[in-house]
């Protein structure tokens, strides 16, 4: 693989230059459209969706919305690319190739490649395109809208057939090695994940002594605790404040949506200043009634405002950092889920959640086994953090390595595949 020598200089919004020996066409010559409705044979295709990983079969057990009936949806093929021309910010992904028959919402686009045209080229080509939105400029109306029109009078630059199949190989085969690399980075977050949460568990129901005498706490995602804990309801240990007002100038705010999973991490401030909140200080609790936000437990470290359905918990004879682990401890959480009602929004009652028990060590060890996980959970978040990066850095050179490929500032050859 090495740079190219000759280019030609080129007014485009995606390129500066290319090989002088690519072509100038239009989208017009690279993709033909094809629509044909699915109608009452519907039930015989399988259901496509499009998303970050491409085009895929979708569960359809898996929850989410559908139409009563299919019969306006569209058929695909393998081998046709599947544009999404609307709400291009928003949409995580607006092109995608599909590898299975079936068939998917008639908003998409579904095209075929024109003869001499490879389509995983374009569909790489489109890909890195889509990495920056780079269909901006073509936008019309709140929607954010690619008239078709537009799109197939779009400029491109297309290298010869030969050479689109040959950077498809080299592509298909570099990103797999990159997408396996990325997969067993995630693969070791996963186990320092489990690994936090089973150090947050042993902690709060275990203590820190392995050799202490224990006995049945008569709970059971409790288990046995050492003899010398008690174990008593959250709401004789702590109370539920709800001390309502409209937010003003100064105030912070916090919702469930701004709160990061597990680690209980503040990701942004709530900003809608119309929307009465529960006020909390520092050292309250935040824990949430909603099934999906269960896991999304805040221990308070300045006075503000909660919204939505996080319920502020101020703890009255425990220590307010050990109850933030018994209540962020995975045991808990999933001993509250049991307790959710309803279909639409599952939540559990606020009685039931300050009806159920915990464990409570004597108040030194409480404050000991809170800086022993502190301690362990920040050395455990560092290394997750540095795999982060690590994918973070690997996806940005598969990125750069495409947008390379497909754009002609490098070129492949057969020797490197």
């Known amino acids: 693989m ?12 995606w390129y500066d230059q290319v090989p002088s020996y690519w072509k100038k066409t239009k989208n017009k010559y690279v993709f033909c459209q094809d629509k044909h409705v699915v109608g009452d044979d519907w039930e015989k295709f399988t259901l496509l969706t499009m998303g970050k990983s491409g085009v895929k079969p979708r569960d359809m057990d898996g929850g989410g919305k559908f139409p009563a009936s299919f019969e306006t949806y569209q058929t695909v093929e393998p081998n046709q690319l599947i544009f999404c021309l609307f709400d291009l910010d928003e949409t995580p992904r607006t092109i995608g190739m599909s590898k ?8 998409y686009d579904v095209f075929s490649t024109t003869e001499g045209n490879d389509p995983q080229f374009w569909t790489y080509f489109y890909q890195t395109i889509d990495d920056h939105k780079g269909l901006r400029p073509f936008y019309t109306g709140l929607r954010k809208v690619v008239r078709s029109e537009t799109f197939m009078g779009i400029e491109v630059f ?7 199949k040959l950077i498809s190989r080299y592509l298909d085969k570099k990103t797999e090695q990159i997408d396996h690399l990325v997969e067993k980075i995630q693969k070791k977050i996963e186990l320092l994940k489990e690994q936090r949460t089973s150090l947050i568990n042993q902690c709060v129901t275990k203590g820190l002594n392995p050799n202490v005498e224990m006995k ?17 309801k959250l709401k004789y240990v702590s109370n539920q404040i709800s001390k309502k007002r409209i937010p003003v100038d100064g105030d ?11 680690t209980g991490r503040i990701t942004n401030f709530y900003s809608d200043y119309d929307t009465e909140g529960q006020s909390f200080q520092k050292g309250d609790i935040l824990f949430n009634k909603l099934r999906v936000y269960l896991n999304k437990v805040v221990l308070c470290d300045f006075d503000g405002l909660s919204m ?36 639409k929004l599952p939540r559990p009652s606020v009685s039931g959640i300050f009806d159920s028990y915990i464990p409570v060590p004597p108040l030194g060890e409480q404050t000991e086994i809170y800086k022993v996980i502190e301690q362990n959970t920040f050395l455990l978040d560092k290394v997750v953090e540095k795999h982060n990066s690590q994918i973070d850095y690997v996806q ?10 497909v754009t002609g500032k490098v070129r492949v050859t057969e020797d490197v595949i």
């Open 308 to 343: 939505g359905e996080m319920i502020v918990v101020r703890p009255s004879s425990i220590e307010n950092g050990y109850l933030y682990r018994v209540l962020n401890s995975s045991g808990f959480i999933n001993q509250i889920n049991s307790l959710s009602e309803g279909v």
């Open 216 to 232: 049945d706490s008569g709970v059971e995602w409790i288990g046995k605790i050492p003899k010398h804990w008690e174990l008593k």
């Open 100 to 107: 299975d028959y079936g068939m998917i919402t008639s908003a």
């Open 2 to 13: 090495n740079s190219l020598d000759k280019y030609q200089g080129v007014d485009s919004y």
């Open 396 to 405: 940005e050179y598969r990125q750069s390595l495409i947008s390379s490929v």
């Open 252 to 262: 912070i705010k916090i919702s469930p949506e701004n709160v990061e999973s597990n």
């Open 158 to 164: 297309s290298p010869p057939l030969e050479e689109q």
